[in-house]
């Protein structure tokens, strides 16, 4: 982003501190009251293309001519509006705010978004290009049949490696209790990350409120602590291309960049599972040009598009297709690896418990 958090520092942020939580609540406040699942599909049908078009999304999240070759290819003027955090997003649509007719929600602010009835249901008629889109990307958990979203970009954390200075490339979680790369060591500064994954090591969910569950990926952080140079997170690409980490958790597009600069940067994902995020194109019920929004909505699918956007980023793809355009090294996951990996979600009422874990394992 040009200002404020980067897009991965507020997912990070936004999941930390629970302050999703405030969204559901903030809604309610306001006096709207879930109308659950809409009953009708819609039909975009075959008239002319509205003459314009606003989307409202993150900062820095889109190519670098995207929108400029639309607005050619289409003859429709582009109005394009960023965000900083997902509740300035459900913020504006709560308040009644009918201007923007694509947002890109994060998945755990789908679950709001459609909870209060505020996306239309995609037309996938009108998206031909729906095929490019990789299967391990479809009906995640906070769209099952994929009725209201169309994937934008994801990531994942996962253990980022010197392919030169380690043994043998990890493959486990529990390589940070290794005393062997005591000092060599990192783990980001952020809760949902650390805590996560120690429940992954231990075969739980990377979201669970379970207190047992909890208090065993405490003590396995706490052990861990012993061995990392710190926890730490903007630094860490920097210190991988330098040598003076061996191994990290990290997620894969911070990797990827590192890996550019450093070819024997490496990326694993973890045999116990991981976690991940996925952001996706919605239309707002409100959208006034939605004929536009499914046309910009198929462009993008198209796989050149669709690789300079992830070129452009930083951040994978979902677009199977554009894997041969894209110059980036992305970690791509295999099949396999992708029934290992969870979406992150809300910890809503856990949030106080996992805060309070947290601060025990930093002074522990």
């Not at 709560?94 to 995609?122: E, K, M, N, S, W």
């Not at 005393?179 to 992954?200: F, H, N, S």
Request: charged share 25%; proline share 5%.
């Amino acid at each position: 982003m040009t200002k404020g958090l980067t897009r991965r520092e507020f997912v990070e942020r936004s999941l930390t501190t629970g302050v999703s939580l405030g969204i559901g609540a903030a809604l309610a406040g306001c006096g709207n009251v879930p109308r659950g699942e809409a009953a009708e599909d819609v039909m975009v049908g075959e008239g002319a293309l509205e003459d314009e078009l606003t989307i409202y999304n993150w900062s820095d999240y889109v190519g670098t001519t995207t929108v400029s070759d639309f607005e050619e290819e289409f003859g429709v003027r582009v109005i394009y509006d960023t965000y900083e955090s997902n509740e300035d997003l459900l913020a504006k649509l709560q308040a009644g705010a009918r201007g923007y007719d694509l947002i890109c929600p994060t998945g755990y602010a789908v679950d709001v978004l459609r909870a209060f009835d505020l996306l239309a249901p995609i037309d996938h008629r009108a998206l031909p290009n729906w095929g490019n889109l990789s299967p391990e990307f479809l009906g995640r958990s906070f769209d099952p049949q994929n009725r209201y979203t169309v994937p934008w970009l994801w990531g994942l954390t996962g253990i980022a490696y010197r392919s030169d200075l380690v043994t043998s490339p990890p493959d486990s979680w529990g390589v940070f209790l290794d005393e062997a790369y005591r000092g060599k060591m990192t783990q980001p500064d952020d809760m949902r990350d650390v805590i996560g994954c120690w429940l992954k090591y231990r075969g739980h969910s990377g979201n669970s409120r379970d207190p047992g569950e909890l208090a065993l990926a405490k003590a396995d952080a706490i052990r861990a602590k012993e061995n990392l140079k710190s926890f730490v997170s903007a630094p860490v690409k920097d210190q991988l291309i330098a040598g003076d980490v061996w191994i990290a958790q990290l997620w894969n597009g911070d990797t990827s960049q590192a890996h550019e600069e450093e070819p024997r940067v490496s990326f694993s994902i973890p045999r116990e599972g991981s976690m991940m995020y996925l952001d996706s194109m919605a239309i707002p019920r409100s959208a006034r040009h939605p004929r536009a929004a499914h046309a910009f909505l198929n462009f993008m699918l198209r796989p050149q598009v669709a690789a300079a956007i992830s070129d452009r980023t930083g951040y994978g793809s979902p677009n199977a297709a554009a894997a041969p355009f894209q110059r980036r090294v992305a970690f791509v996951p295999t099949a396999e690896e992708f029934d290992r990996l969870e979406d992150q979600q809300d910890l809503a009422e856990g949030t106080a418990l996992w805060d309070r874990i947290w601060t025990e394992i930093k002074v522990g």
